[in-house]
């Protein structure tokens, strides 16, 4: 049974570019959560999706923005790409009928701004 | 507002030494804890969960932690370090209002051989 998959695992980037990330949820899960990881930091929180929408964001701006698809897949874009903004970016999945707070988390995508 | 506070940045123990995190959490209500696990260049991994049901919880690999809420903490405990526990260990909480995992700062754990 696979986990959680995100691609790509590692990317280099320079300022004001976009960027794309993806993410596969575990089997049976049909809620996706987006978490940045700094370096040396903890996990902060950016959005959570479920049924194709935004249920909840955290304190991040317009410019990192998702989707969830119907298979319940889900991408993270990025646009106009800082500095600030290189750190490991962390998919999580979970059960919405399980209270959705039981995450399983993919081996992240690193990603480095230039 | 719930938050958690990880107490030490690195906590360094000899191999067959108890292990203790400590943690403490801050919520109006009783809240949902965690424990997760990151080993270098790996994923989240969830080594117990705390939700009322009991006061002290197990979970993988010989991994305990006891809810005082006297005392708002949520200290991880094992009895024998093994080499494989290096790792960096992060105290969470769930914030049910907004659907989201709050991270504490992390403990990097080193174990002497």
């Known amino acids: 049974d696979a986990g959680v998959t995100q691609s790509p695992t590692h990317l280099i980037k320079t300022r004001g570019q976009q960027v794309t990330l993806r993410c596969s949820p575990k089997s049976g899960h049909d809620t996706v959560s987006w978490y940045q990881q700094a370096l040396g930091q903890g996990p902060q929180f950016i959005f959570q999706y479920y049924e194709e929408e935004e249920r909840q964001r955290g304190n991040f701006p317009d410019r990192f923005s998702g989707h969830q698809f119907p298979n319940y897949s889900s991408e993270l874009n990025v646009n106009a790409l800082l500095l600030g903004d290189s750190a490991l970016y962390l998919c999580?999945?979970?059960?919405?009928?399980?209270?959705?707070?039981?995450?399983?988390f993919g081996a992240g995508s690193r990603l480095t701004v230039l | 507002a719930q938050s958690v506070t990880q107490l030490d940045s690195h906590v360094s123990v000899s191999e067959g030494t108890p292990v203790l995190l400590r943690c403490n959490y801050s919520s109006s209500y009783s809240p949902s804890l965690f424990w997760y696990v990151q080993h270098p260049n790996k994923g989240l991994q969830l080594l117990l969960k705390y939700t009322s049901a009991a006061t002290l919880v197990k979970g993988i690999n010989g991994f305990e932690a006891e809810f005082k809420k006297s005392e708002t903490s949520f200290h991880l405990t094992k009895p024998s370090a093994h080499m494989s526990d290096a790792a960096e260990y992060f105290c969470?909480?769930?914030?049910?209002?907004?659907?989201?995992?709050?991270f504490g700062s992390g403990t990097r754990l080193l174990v002497r051989p």
């Open positions: 999580a999945s979970s059960k919405i009928r399980d209270g959705a707070n039981v995450l399983t």
């Open positions: 969470v909480v769930w914030m049910d209002s907004s659907y989201k995992l709050i």
